[in-house]
């Protein structure tokens, strides 16, 4: 895995900026923040917790706010057809954790990935949806996946596997970091250290430019 370059050094200031910039400065064009920066708090019906293994309506609209669309016929899958089946991977899951503690090998063969398997056989769902339905249920186990990042990391044939073991390279250095930086930035640690790598590695591939870089 290749990290993005504000994370290649020792100096925080870049990667900082590059946060702010993403979760808390609106947008010059609109006025608003990003919907990205919704993403980890966005809980309209107060059953996010309560609806853990279970995928929802609230799923389905919180996966737009990272910029993609679930057609209706999928939709109505996801949350008729083989909505007990997904439960019941989400189940096998288990509770969120963080993935920096999973001392064993994500495999095909994972639960996880068993999951995310499933959610891309499903009418209308590709690679880069399903790990953003993953990553709403599991946000500290799952990282998101989409070709920007996966071209900024290096990542694009395996993703979470090589996240994993470089969260876990010398005693856990990175995903310290990651949470460090999180709260430089002034995060709630409602967003997981997996966020925090993701956007650093998006808004590179997005060619934001961060104050103090360099």
């Known amino acids: 895995m290749r990290l993005p370059k504000v994370l290649r050094g020792e100096d ?3 990667a ?5 910039e993403y979760f808390t400065r609106r947008l010059v064009k609109t006025g608003y923040l990003r919907t990205g920066a919704l993403w980890d708090t966005f809980d309209p019906s107060g059953r996010r917790e309560a609806d853990r293994d279970v995928v929802t309506a609230d799923d389905l609209v919180a996966v737009t706010l990272l910029s993609v669309k679930i057609p209706a016929q999928g939709a109505l899958i996801l949350l008729g057809d083989r909505r007990a089946e997904l439960s019941s991977l989400l189940r096998e899951v288990g509770e969120d954790r963080d993935l920096a503690g999973e001392s064993d090998p994500l495999t095909e063969e994972s639960p996880v990935s ?21 990553a709403r249920k599991r946000p500290r186990l799952f990282p998101i996946y989409d070709r920007v990042i996966g071209l900024q990391m290096g990542t694009t044939t395996s993703h979470t596997e090589p996240i994993r073991v470089a969260l876990r390279e010398n005693d856990g250095e990175l995903h310290r970091r990651l949470a460090g930086l999180r709260a430089k930035a002034g995060l709630a640690e409602s967003v997981p250290a997996l966020r925090i790598l993701d956007v650093l590695a998006w808004m590179q591939g997005k060619k934001y430019t961060p104050n103090g870089a360099g």
């Open 12 to 14: 925080d200031a870049a």
């Open 16 to 20: 900082v900026d590059v946060l702010h």
């Open 114 to 134: 068993r999951l995310e398997a499933a959610l891309t056989e499903i009418h209308g769902i590709g690679r880069t949806t399903a790990t953003k339905l993953v």
